[in-house]
């Protein structure tokens, strides 16, 4: 990758990541609370759904600078013909390779791994594939504003079929210290889930969850291309 695309990847994502972290996080409080076994009110309902914005919003610039190198650096190495039936495939790769450099070391680290891993494998190979069936459409490549539809039909449809590795992750985060579910088993803490409260407890939080990240998926993904854009644009045009 030329180096003028590797940095407007590198800040492009951080920007992103940014935007939709401050756009969002209330959102995903609410959800996390939804998905709490002590229920939503105990959980502590719509009190403080503020708090640890601003920490949020600076930990999120390098996690989505670095998802987004990896990224697009894994495509650039993966490079296969735009009409081939594996790239699909390589989507998946660069997408899972990207997840797997961002992660923090705390407890849950494999659960969220395990959670991202197939959201992304959902997402991104259908947001490209949706940039790739509007730009046939339309005989030329897609606009910002419609690469961000395309990301929030991606993320919205990622969020909704991967809710209950989501909520196995939320268990696993807000067990006490020492419990079975505490120790970071996914299939444990979704058995335990589906025994207590079976499919809906399984989805829980999977509308605020969905509308969440279609709006995020929207933000981040055209945010991430308007800034990519302009930065590529203004490195174009300096001697």
Known sequence: MERPGFTASLVAGGVAGVAVDLILFPLDT????????????????????????????????PNAAAFFITYEYVKWFLHTDSSSYLMPVKHMLAASAGEVGIQGLYRGYKSTVLREIPFSLVQFPMWESLKALWSWRQDHVVDCWQSAVCGAFAGGFAAAVTTPLDVAKTRI???????????????????????????????AGVFPRTAAISLGGFIFLGAYEQTRSLLLELGR???
């Open 237 to 239: 045009a300096s001697p």
């Open 30 to 61: 609410i959800k996390t609370r939804l998905q709490s076994p002590q229920g939503f009110n105990k959980a502590g309902g719509f009190r403080g759904i503020y708090a640890g914005v601003p920490s949020a919003a600076i930990g999120s610039f």
């Open 173 to 203: 985060m807000l067990a006490k210290a020492g419990s079975s579910t505490a120790s970071g088993n996914v299939l444990s803490a979704l058995h335990g889930v589906w025994r207590t409260q079976g499919l809906s407890g399984l989805f």
